[in-house]
């Protein structure tokens, strides 16, 4: 069966960095339109950034200039940079795969706190 694996969450203090990876399998990797979202406590899920087959990026206007999200097909592996990391940032990020059929991690959960 499909699987999305999300790894590289954890805590991190305010302005630091993490990367994030997701790990595909059993899927037609670079047919899939790949994305990240995140869900914070008491708040709707939410579109971070996401990256079609031939490279074109979207971000939600809050990580512009901070996060870079990468694919590298070879790998069946999409990534999420995260740079000058901010408390709003602290919430659980699902990867997502969406071409035929949508697709969900389990997601990694990331604390941003000092």
């Known amino acids: 069966q499909v699987q999305l694996v999300e790894s590289g969450g954890g805590l991190v203090q305010p302005g630091g960095s993490l990367r994030l990876s997701c790990a595909a399998s059993r899927i037609a990797f670079s047919h899939y339109v790949m994305g990240w979202y995140r869900q914070a406590p008491g708040k709707q899920r939410e579109l971070v950034a996401s990256?079609?087959?031939?490279?074109?990026?979207t971000y939600a206007d809050s990580v512009k200039g901070r996060f870079t999200i990468s694919r590298d097909n070879a790998k069946n592996t999409v990534y999420l940079q995260m740079n000058s990391l901010q408390s709003e940032d602290t919430a659980v990020y699902y990867c997502?795969?969406?071409?035929?059929?949508?697709?969900w991690g389990k997601g990694t959960l990331v604390t941003v706190s000092s």
């Open positions: 997502n795969a969406d071409w035929l059929r949508e697709y």
């Open positions: 990256i079609t087959k031939d490279g074109t990026i």
